[in-house]
């Protein structure tokens, strides 16, 4: 279960999916799932300037687990 709302399956994985391996800021999360889409999607924009909407496509926050930075690209559905 998604430990943010407890209501669905976690399915979120952070995968560094935006740069090469050894580029940019962002990091692969070696946590285990245990966010939802929903929970991760929520997580994330509340970690970004409220005043400023229109970055937050290309802005970053760290994970709520381990605190590995990531950015919106970097979030992958976990098939099961």
Excluded: H, Y
């Amino acid at each position: 279960m998604c430990i943010g709302c407890m209501q669905t399956n976690a399915n979120v994985k952070l995968v560094k999916n935006c740069d090469a391996p050894d580029a940019g800021q962002c990091r692969t999360c070696f946590c285990r799932p245990m966010w939802c889409l929903d929970c991760m999607g929520k997580w994330f924009a509340s970690r970004q300037d409220q005043a400023r909407p229109d970055t937050w496509l290309q802005s970053t926050c760290s994970c709520p687990s381990c605190r590995a930075v990531f950015c919106i690209l970097d979030i992958s559905l976990v098939e099961f």
